[in-house]
């Protein structure tokens, strides 16, 4: 912790970064920090409470934290992939960054969560998560952890809601999707969701209804999952965010399961490699056309 | 009129090759089901997965989306694109619970008015059995609100 | 007649089993279908469905009187005009049971503003259709602070009837004419009581220790203070999603849309909004008044314990907690409300 | 609120017969927004166009539907017929009742509901329609030519004649093509090289054809008006600017035994070599595959093996390692002409459609040739000095049998068509053996005799009466050597009669097919082709020779089996049309192209990396002050094509395709 406080404040004493964006504590767990001053660095924590991905912060889109000038951020393994993505997308420059990588261990899901991680609480994207360290970054700070064997099995729930037949599928996610009431969450915190007007609420016309009525839900939601093939990080943050409690999260799995045996990606903290939709390749499968 | 189900079919088409396929086979008097409404449109690129979504809200029991072989895109490549994105919208939706039967892609050339008639016949035979989609979400009262009276 | 009744376990069960029989709606807290734990106000079909322990619903009370999405009315336009067909304003008779004392309160708060220049038709609509029994909380954590906000776990506001578990069933509050109505229906199962007899120790004290301020301080600091470096520090976390104020009991925000069904068809629907996506206030022209996060953030905690105080006599907060729970940035309404005391103390002395 | 017309076409009986076109009138005249609909006999015809023109006027309308034919049938006329109204013309759209509906059902009450259908989907759309302006882009005005034979040749030379400079690319060394392998030609028996040499001769010195011989296109880019093309100069390993044709290095090469391509492997040349005497250029072209050097070289062999054509050199213009290079030329329209080739009967073959002929022994069996291999045998400059000699013993053969559709008309072979040529070159063969053999006897096996054309069924005639040959109606069932002959096991249809004689050679008529590679050659110049690989016209009878690629036009048999004369007329054809684009300095186009909406584009630029055309490009956007606001896509107006992938994929939809654009889109969908 001392050696993240420490980088931090050289960063700023440097005068390299104007703020640093990391974690702190909060009554309730971790939360984002956004520190401008050396002697405030003491704050910046990190550990498995620490879920939140940062890079969400770094869309163009958040006027008031641009004004905070150059930021060096904390990111994690995972979140470095949406750092990537940013990049990539062209919404963020490499070189108007420092990026503090953290040695992860894998988090639990929400910030208040146990002090202790284990099996049981582990997020289930981090069950066999082989990328502790960031690449991407220009620091690393922390010492290597070793995570616990997590329980949770995202693959199996999804074979699970594989086996039931068309008609029971369409109705469990009618109901789990009825939950939604179009706060956009999910959306908010998506380092990925970064569109100056969000296809959701565009009005002329109406492609996805704006009411949070099952029929505006379903276009929304696999619209949404769709609009992140490819490109979701799995963060987890929209799961997280959803106060319905709704398990957004398998839809970006499944996809992510897609374009995975399709295409033979995997989400990646390079930048420059480029997603699987936007590409082709002349021998794409095509076995659903007849 | 028989007691058939009819299934409102829309088809989403290029305008280069299947919808060219569909006026060779009106120009061949090819006797095809009368339940497909086809929607023109540049290019396979060009059809969006909201095309389709909105297309089941307003009540479509069944989709066909078509257009150039691949290699033959009048527009080199949007085909290609179009694959990928149909591929993985394909497979969500068949999680999401929507019977892919109900949804058709095929690439029909400009000389296959034949086959344009098959791609017709067959997605119309599909989805009939499937019956009307009553079944996809509806905008349906509010499950926790207060019922109004009657 | 003196208005405490008690009613055992088993007979309060007889009780809603028997509105419904008797076709009456009965709404309680329930177990999520597809959601584990969760906890949601939904219509029940037997009394063993209830559950009255543990953590408050995800969602207020609010969503069975004014429901995320409602329609207005729908439209039919023909050749050259146009037809409306109006949505029913009466509704049928809903019994609620086992609503938070946050929840009922909420209730009579936004009563006030939905009631303020013209009656909203379809919120008293409903209000009118639903007689509410809260239930003393039997729970809090550590972002409860109904006590903060002028209301306690106890608090009887916005029921018909106030119920207190005690050993073997409930004692029963009778606070309102359409809580006498009820009464009615069970007479033969309860009998009149004294007070409150081995009530479940209050949580008052526990609440308290979250929180302790005065919310006319609090005012009168936001009196002073529209631009305060408090307002940019704190929104910097905030994503600007509408989470806190779709789980908040009194926000009640309404966005109205039109939706297509079809040529000239369709529906006016009024949907929750909410003031922290940027969204809330744009303007067609592109500008927006709310230009950032800040501006956005003040504004809801502004209109919460200024702007409404202002012209309704009371915040538009019954201290849930919801907000705090729900939010996915750490934002916290407790740090923030202290926060603001601790400043107003500082400025007083 | 629209005022919209709604035109009913009854199209005669074509679709009033199975749609009750008052109804469908009737019907759309109920939407809202539509303020005049009627049914008439025709709506193409002058009074049809007047009754629309009128209706515009008086009724004041934004927007016209007419219920009719296929837009790719009339849509042009209407909306000219809008035009001349005062309507623009983007505020016209069709409504397909003839193709997709009345031709193609039975049930007059289903048809009618569906015609009902199509026709709301189109009244919907065109709610949202905007005028739109002609979009005028500048022209190149030079052209390619593809293909260096008799069609890539006439139209060279057509184009350069209209004042217009030409590039002429030819794969081979020379230009010439088939034309210049064949002896005489039908049906006037004149020499083929007689007539094509001056030709070729007039390409090479004409001032404003530049002639790219040995070279390949590698990549087209743009779009009409303005292409680059990129094209491979493949290595000759001789200089052309020293080389002067004086064939010493010919002379002198130590390897003469290579089968010659030109002389369809009946005669030999060496690793230097130019195909023919009278090639243009008239630069030899080392084949490295057959050279001593170049495969001691690919052998790693470090000592020099050969180098005798540079040693007798006199003009050091062999250049043993000269690469292969590359010119980038800007055109405004391209012409295809690359040709055909013949379809081979082995075993193993470039389609999976196509099958060899196991029954005549997959090309295996001595004396069995095909036409063009009789043309070399033929000709006065071939192997044989124009004697007709069997490949196999050198002898005079008595008895040829011709067959007739080799693979043509065949399906189980794969090819359903008619090679088109084959009737009058196997009567031309028939001929120039008999006049050179005179107590030859030729047989004939065809299945019909097709001679349409001026003088053809006159030549067949005089081949059967004047030089006696032998047609029998039938196919030939087997093939097989016997001894020091050929035995054809064929069967006489009109006679009913089984035959089997004893050839001293046999000639196929095998079927022509595109060249190799044009399946590439089509993919980069994005026009489509057939099942067979023959390119698509963008009309068969009213655009024969343009393509559905604005700018991109056919000559000869890379589009269908030709003959000379239509190949030249073809080339002729897409001469005319490139000139006539080349007249004007700027160029009409519709504005169906895609635009981007500044406030709410994000800049994430899926759209830059979708486009087919590279038609996106970055543009920033800065304040009063300068300062940067953001970086967002901008739509080239010249290079987009209006395919709207950029559309599909933006995902905050900030990009709209005008003509489709979303909202268009979502009306037709709403109106289901």
Known sequence: MQELRDLAKKLLLDKQVNAILGYEWDRRGARPAFITEAGDCDRLVFDHRCVQNLAAYLSPRRANIAQLGRLAVVIKACDARAVAGLIRENQLKREDLVLIGVRCGGVVVNPSDSEQLNAENIAPRCVGCEQREPTLADHLVGETQSAPVGKANRDLRLSEIEKLNPEERLSLWTSLLSQCTRCYACRQVCPMCFCERCIADKTQPAWIESSPHSRGNFSWHLTRALHLAGRCVDCGECERACPAGIPLGLLNHKVARIVASRYGYAVSDDPSRETPIGSYRLDDEQEFIA | MSDLFEPNIVAFVCNWCTYTGADLAGTSRLTMAPNVRIIRLPCTGRIDTLFILKAFERGADGVIVSGCHPADCHYTAGNYHARRRFAVFRELMEFAGIDPQRVTFSWVSASEGGKWAEVVNNATEQVRRLGPFQKYPSPAAHAGEIACKS | MNNRRMLNKTDFEDFVDSLLRAGITVIAPVRREQGGEKVEYRPIHSPAEIVLSGQPPVRPLKEVVFPPTEPLFNWKQTKASVQIEEVPTEFKETVVVGARPCDAAALEIVDKVMGWDYRDELWFGRRQAVTVLSLACPQSDDSCFCTAVGLSPESTRGADWFMSSVDGGFEIEILTPKGEKLLERCKDRCRETKGRTNAMPSLDAKVRANLNIDPGKVREWLEKHFDDPLWSDVALRCHGCGACAFVCPTCHCFDIVDELDGIGRGQRRRNWDACQPALFTLHGSGHNPRKDQTARFRQRIMHKFNIYPARFGEVLCTGCGRCIRACAAGMDLISILSEIDRKSAEEGA | ?672
């Open chain 4, 1 to 672: 609120m629209s005022r919209i017309g709604v035109f009913i076409c009854h199209c005669g009986e074509n679709i009033g017969r199975t749609v009750d076109c008052a109804r469908v009138a009737q019907s759309l005249g109920d939407l809202p927004g539509v303020v005049h609909s009627v049914d008439y006999k025709y709506m193409c015809s002058d009074p049809g166009q007047v009754l629309i023109k009128q209706a515009i006027q008086e009724k004041n309308l934004d927007g016209i539907v007419v219920g009719a034919c296929s837009p790719h049938m009339h849509e042009k006329t209407f909306r000219k017929a809008a035009a001349s109204a005062g309507l623009n013309p983007f505020l016209c759209e069709m409504a397909n009742l003839r193709e997709h509906c009345s031709w193609i059902h039975e049930d007059r009450e289903l048809a009618t509901e569906k015609a009902i259908a199509l026709g709301r989907f189109i009244v919907e759309k065109i709610k949202y329609n905007r005028p739109l302006s002609t979009i005028y882009i500048p022209v190149e005005r030079r052209a390619l030519v593809i293909g260096g034979g008799i069609a890539g040749i006439q139209a060279a030379l057509d184009i350069a004649d209209g004042g217009r400079d030409v590039i002429l690319v030819e794969k081979e060394s020379s230009i010439g093509g088939h034309m210049s392998q064949l002896s005489e030609t039908f049906p006037t028996l004149d020499c083929s090289q007689c007539i094509l040499t001056p030709r070729m001769v007039e390409v090479a010195q004409h001032p404003r054809i530049k002639l790219l011989a040995y070279s390949e296109v590698e990549s087209v880019d743009g779009y009409i008006g303005n292409f680059q093309v990129k094209i491979r100069r493949k290595a000759r390993s001789v200089d052309e600017t020293k080389c002067n044709g004086c064939g010493e290095c010919q002379k002198n090469c130590p390897n003469k035994k290579i089968p010659s391509e030109f002389d369809q492997g009946l005669g030999t040349r060496t690793a230097i070599y130019v195909p023919f005497p009278q090639a243009v250029p008239n630069i030899p072209v080392i084949d490295r595959a057959s050279c001593a050097l170049f495969r001691g070289r690919a052998k790693g062999v470090k000592k020099v093996v050969c180098g005798k054509c540079a040693e007798v050199c006199g003009r050091n213009a062999v250049d043993f390692d000269q690469q292969d290079s590359f010119v980038t030329e800007k055109v405004g329209a391209i012409v295809v002409a690359t040709g055909y080739q013949l379809y081979s009967i082995g075993k193993s073959q470039e389609l999976d459609i196509l099958r060899g002929y196991g029954e005549y022994g997959y090309g295996t069996i001595p004396d069995v040739i095909d036409g063009l291999q009789f043309e070399r045998l033929a000709s006065a400059s071939g192997p044989t000095g124009g004697k007709i000699l069997r490949p196999s013993d050198g002898k005079e053969p008595k008895k040829i049998v011709f067959l007739q559709c080799i693979g043509s008309r065949d399906p189980a072979k794969g090819i359903e068509y008619c090679s088109k040529i084959c009737c009058m070159y196997v009567a031309k063969h028939t001929m120039l053996y008999h006049h050179k053999v005179h107590d030859g006897k030729a047989v004939v096996f065809y299945m019909d005799i097709r001679a349409g054309g001026k003088g053809y069924d006159e030549f067949v005639r005089r081949a059967i009466e004047e030089s006696h040959a032998l047609y029998l109606r039938g196919r030939v069932s087997r093939l097989s050597r016997d001894g020091d002959v050929i035995r054809v096991q064929g069967f006489d249809t009109l006679s009913g009669e089984p035959v089997v004689i004893n050839a001293d050679m046999v000639v196929l008529a095998t079927a022509m097919r595109p060249q190799p590679g044009i399946a590439a050659l089509a993919q980069k110049l994005s026009v489509s082709y057939d099942q067979h690989g023959f390119l698509n016209e963008a009309h068969p009878k009213l655009r024969p020779v343009e393509t559905n690629t604005a700018g991109v036009f056919l000559a000869g048999a890379c589009q269908s089996p030709r003959d000379i004369p239509d190949s030249v007329a073809m080339a002729s054809a897409t001469a005319s049309k490139v000139l006539g684009l080349f007249s004007k300095e700027l160029l009409e186009r519709e504005p169906l192209i895609a635009r981007v909406d500044r406030m709410t584009c994000t800049g994430c630029f899926h759209c830059e990396r979708v486009c087919p055309y590279g038609a996106v490009e970055r543009k920033t956007l800065t304040d009063s002050k300068g300062r940067i606001i953001k970086v967002i896509a901008e739509v080239n107006q010249g290079v987009c094509q209006g395919c709207g992938t950029c559309q599909a994929t933006c995902p905050s939809k900030s990009v709209e395709l005008d003509g489709f654009t979303d909202e268009q889109i979502y009306a037709a969908v709403n109106a289901i």
